[in-house]
């Protein structure tokens, strides 16, 4: 059973970093992407970024390019997110969740069967 655990939330500046961490354990199928997605209440959840398993492509939505960083481990157990330059708009729940396959860019909620619980990153302006 695939399983995802996803941390390192917090409270943290306008203009601040923090790294989110996704651990990831049952993953038996070779080829598989790990997204990041991020909610607010009343909206829609939005993809933020993904990495492949096969060679660690990557994708970015416009709102993460240049300031958040998406990476794995060498054995490719724990998935992390490096946010920089933080904004007060960046303030939802971060989920990280997986799929099978290898296209990084499809970053749709419905195409991701596995999903961790949520960790809060609150920017305060």
């Known amino acids: 059973e695939v399983q995802l655990q996803a941390s390192g939330g917090g409270l943290v500046q306008a203009g601040g970093s923090l790294r989110l961490s996704c651990a990831a354990s049952?993953?038996?199928?070779?080829?598989?992407?790990i997204g990041w997605f991020r909610q607010v209440p009343g909206k829609e959840r939005e993809g933020v970024s993904s990495?492949?398993?096969?060679?660690?492509?990557?994708y970015y939505a416009d709102s993460a390019k240049g300031r958040f960083t998406i990476s794995s481990d060498n054995v490719k157990t724990t998935v992390y997110l490096s946010m920089d330059s933080l904004r007060p708009e960046d303030t939802a729940i971060y989920y990280c969740?997986?799929?099978?396959?290898?296209?990084?860019?499809?970053?749709?909620?419905?195409?991701?069967?596995?999903w961790g619980q949520g960790t809060l990153v609150t920017v305060s302006s």
């Open positions: 969740a997986a799929r099978r396959g290898i296209i990084t860019a499809t970053m749709w909620p419905s195409f991701y069967g596995w």
């Open positions: 990495i492949g398993s096969v060679d660690g492509s990557t």
């Open positions: 049952g993953i038996t199928f070779d080829e598989y992407v």
